[in-house]
């Protein structure tokens, strides 16, 4: 199995690239944010709040009461919470807020790890996360740290929620952005941080098919060399 470790900041441009790479070469695509963000929204609904007071009911909670699943539909991953299909629902500035709090508790990192390492021991994946070339996958055979300017970050995320009606403002999603680096890179467990045999990719001035090909080229030359 190939496994190809996609990490770095939210609005990189990573699910989008890491998803158009693995459909080009027929691996399964793995988006681990989408884990974080369905825990998070089970909480809510559940009205346990997401705080370090309440890892401890929080992790309970998930062992006891949650089955997460995922399942590609036309190489699209879908998540779902008890049966109950969440893509949709998870993608929401609250949601977003919530899934970058619930992921700085330990519980919750030791929780979702199993799931995570068994998807890759059994398919060529590339996963696309925050800690998958230092935590989750550390002898993953490829690593890529994908980043970009913060502004132009928010400008991506703010485009694609607008696209799907929200009425935020371009500042509000960079004050979010800038917030969400803060957490992401700044938490004890598992912080973003670029592993140090990943190769690292700005695409601030580069267009998604140059990122995607110059991707794949790196991956088939891997997956060659592998045979
Ligand atoms: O990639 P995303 O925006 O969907 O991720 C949601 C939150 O989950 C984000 O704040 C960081 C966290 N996350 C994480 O800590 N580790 C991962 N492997 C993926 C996401």
Do not use: W
Request: proline share 2%; glycine share 6%; with cysteine.
């Amino acid at each position: 199995m190939v496994n190809v470790a996609m990490d770095g900041p939210v609005g990189a441009g990573k699910s989008s690239v890491a998803r158009e790479c693995a459909r080009r070469l027929g691996f399964i695509y793995v988006d681990t944010g989408a884990l974080y963000r369905s825990c998070a929204l089970f909480c809510i609904n559940k009205g346990v709040e997401i705080s370090a007071d309440s890892e401890a009911a929080i992790a309970e909670v998930l062992e006891k009461e949650l089955t997460l699943t995922i399942d590609l539909i036309d190489g699209e991953q879908h998540v779902y919470v008890n049966g109950e299909d969440v893509s949709d629902k998870i993608r929401t500035l609250e949601i977003s807020k919530a899934a970058s709090a619930i992921s700085a508790l330990p519980a919750v990192r030791k929780y979702l790890l199993d799931t995570q390492r068994s998807i890759a021991a059994n398919n060529n994946v590339i996963m696309d996360g925050r800690d998958i070339g230092t935590v989750i996958l550390p002898n993953a055979d490829l690593k890529i740290f994908i980043t970009a300017k913060p502004e132009i970050r928010a400008k991506r995320r703010f485009d694609e929620l607008v696209a799907k009606g929200s009425n935020v403002t371009l500042g509000e999603v960079l004050v979010e952005v800038n917030r969400r680096d803060y957490n992401d890179t700044h938490r004890k467990e598992a912080p973003l941080k670029q592993a140090e045999d990943a190769i690292l990719i700005d695409t601030s001035d580069i267009d998604f098919e140059e990122t995607v090909s110059g991707i794949t080229d790196l991956i088939m030359a891997k997956y060659e060399t592998l045979g």
